[in-house]
C-alpha cells in the first residue's frame, strides 16, 4: 500500500504558541520520525512525504536554510535506523537545484539503505509533479503508448525507485484541501483523506485513524458499487 502525505501546518503550528516558523519545522521533523516508525509497523510499504515543493523556493532565504539543514539532519541521523527497520530511504524531485553537500547525503543515504526491502521512504524536495509529467513526456518523445511505461517514465524523471507505484492514501493535514502538485499521475484513484490537524500534532494515532477511514471506502475504480467492486487495501 502506497500512502503520501502532504505535511502542511508547521507555520501555523508554530505561530500558535508565539514561536518562529522554524521551531515548527523543527516540530514537523520529529512527527517525521514518528511516522515512518508508525508506517513500518503497517501494511505500508511505500510513504511517500511531501518536505519541500520546487514552489518552496519562494519563501525567504533563512526558512529554506532551515528546511535543507532539517532535511540533511533527518538523513544522517536516521540512515542507521532506517537499516535496522528495513526502510530505504529515497529522495524524490530536483537535484540540480540542491547544494553538492546535500546531494552527496542523500546519495549517501540511498546507497546505504538500497538493500532494505520492508518500507521504501521517499522524501520529496524541490518536487513538483508536473514537472515531472513534463519530463516523462519530453523522456518518451511521443512513444509512450500505454500508462504503465508512461508511469515508470514519471518515476525515473524523479529518481523514485519504487517504479509506477499508484498512491492507495492522500493524506493532507493543516486543514486544506489541496493537491498542490504533488503526485497528480500518481493519485489518479488515490482515496484522499484531509485532516485539520496541523503536522507536527500529527501522531501514530492520528495514522491509524485516516488508515481506518481509507478501510471504510469503497474503491470502485470506475466501476460501478458491488461485488466487482474493491474493498479499500484490496490489492489491484
Ligand atoms: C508545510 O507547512 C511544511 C513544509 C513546507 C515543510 C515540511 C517539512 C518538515 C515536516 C520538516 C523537515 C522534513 C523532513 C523530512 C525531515 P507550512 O510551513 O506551509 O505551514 P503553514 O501552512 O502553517 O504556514
Known amino acids: 500500500m502506497h500512502v503520501a502525505i502532504i505535511m502542511d501546518g508547521n507555520g501555523r503550528w508554530a505561530a500558535r504558541r508565539g514561536l518562529r516558523r522554524s ?72 537535484r540540480d537545484r540542491l547544494s553538492p553537500d546535500l546531494v552527496r547525503i542523500i546519495e549517501r543515504s ?38 504503465e511505461r508512461f508511469a515508470a517514465a514519471v518515476a525515473a524523471a524523479m529518481h523514485s525507485k519504487a517504479g509506477a507505484s499508484c498512491v492507495d492514501l492522500l493524506i493532507r493535514t493543516g486543514g486544506e484541501r489541496r493537491l498542490s502538485d504533488f503526485l497528480l499521475w500518481e493519485c489518479a484513484y488515490a482515496e484522499l483523506v484531509f485532516v485539520d490537524e496541523y503536522w507536527p500534532d500529527f501522531d501514530e494515532r492520528a495514522f491509524e485513524a485516516a488508515l481506518a477511514e481509507f478501510y471504510r471506502r469503497e474503491r470502485r475504480f470506475g466501476g460501478l458499487p458491488g461485488p466487482a467492486s474493491k474493498r479499500a487495501g484490496d490489492a489491484r
Open 110 to 147: 540511498e546507497s546505504v539503505t538500497a538493500h532494505c526491502d520492508k518500507l521504501i521512504l521517499q522524501i520529496a524536495v524541490d518536487y513538483s509533479s508536473r514537472d515531472s509529467i513534463v519530463r516523462a513526456a519530453g523522456a518518451c518523445g511521443g512513444a509512450a503508448r500505454d500508462r
Open 23 to 94: 521551531a515548527g519545522h523543527q516540530a514537523g521533523a520529529k512527527a517525521v520520525r514518528r511516522i515512518v516508525e508508525a508506517a513500518t509497523r503497517g501494511p505500508v510499504d511505500v510513504l511517500t512525504l511531501y518536505a519541500f515543493s520546487s514552489d518552496n523556493w519562494s519563501r525567504p532565504p533563512h526558512e529554506v536554510a532551515t528546511l535543507m539543514r532539517l532535511l540533511k539532519r533527518y538523513l544522517q541521523s536516521e540512515v542507521a535506523r532506517c537499516v535496522e527497520n528495513g526502510v530505504r530511504l529515497n529522495v524524490i524531485g530536483r
